[in-house]
């Protein structure tokens, strides 16, 4: 299992995932960004943000980048 971070980057700020997750492959990873997206825009629908401007960075423990996922790739409008 490989450890994956999610720094997340708004209006050119990042902010880094301390924590990470682990999992079995990259794919995965993007995968459960993907399905956190989902929920981050679900709950800022609510709140009145504006989540679409946002971006995961999704990397390794070692550094690499894995996936750069803009939160509008993930949300389908209209």
Do not use: C, W
Not at 17 to 33: I, N, P, Q, T
Not at 47 to 74: C, H, N
């Amino acid at each position: 299992m490989t450890k994956y971070f999610f720094h997340l980057r708004t209006d050119g700020i990042l902010e880094l995932d301390e924590v990470g997750a682990e999992f079995e492959s990259d794919d995965l990873a993007v995968l459960d960004a993907s399905n956190a997206v989902r929920e981050m825009v679900l709950d800022a629908v609510v709140t009145g943000d504006t989540p679409l401007v946002q971006q995961f960075e999704i990397t390794r423990e070692d550094g690499t980048i894995v996936s750069i996922l803009p939160f509008k790739a993930v949300i389908r409008l209209g």
